[in-house]
């Protein structure tokens, strides 16, 4: 509070005008990186997440099925901690040969104090290159 006293206190009325916009506006680029930043934080943790699993330990498990249902509930549970809002038929799980494909599309809605925003946010990854055995 002294600080804002003594930048404001001393100054004119031009000054005291600029210096409120200023402050205005870089209060509102920080709200609007915390608001922003974080569900893209939380998006990208998520899409790397679902990296790792499509392709985690390639060597040693088949394909298959259950394998499958392994990673979907993986990466839901993994949206959950995040508190992303992503339901189970958001997230598409399948797989070809050897190759596991993995899809989440969500909307993460950001409010912005006048209006929500509703950011659309999609992940597809596949595994890399072949290493699964088949079944």
Do not use: C
């Not at 920080?30 to 060597?59: C, M, T």
């Not at 989440?104 to 950011?119: E, G």
Request: charged residues 20%; hydrophobic residues 40%; positive net charge.
């Amino acid at each position: 509070m002294r600080i804002i006293k003594g930048r404001f206190g001393n100054q004119r009325g031009d000054s005291k005008v600029m210096n409120i916009l200023i402050v205005l506006v870089i209060a509102t680029l920080v709200i609007s990186l915390w608001k922003f930043g974080l569900p893209f934080f939380k998006y990208a943790q998520l899409n790397h997440f679902v990296k790792l699993q499509v392709n985690y330990d390639r060597e040693n498990y088949t394909m298959s099925p259950t394998m499958i249902r392994s990673i979907h509930a993986k990466v839901i549970n993994r949206a959950r901690q995040l508190n992303l809002p992503v339901k189970e038929e958001n997230i598409k799980a399948d797989y070809e040969w050897d190759r596991a494909t993995v899809e989440v599309n969500y909307i993460h809605p950001v409010n912005l104090f006048v209006t929500t925003y509703n950011w659309s946010f999609h992940i597809e990854r596949s595994s890399e290159g072949v290493g699964f055995k088949k079944h």
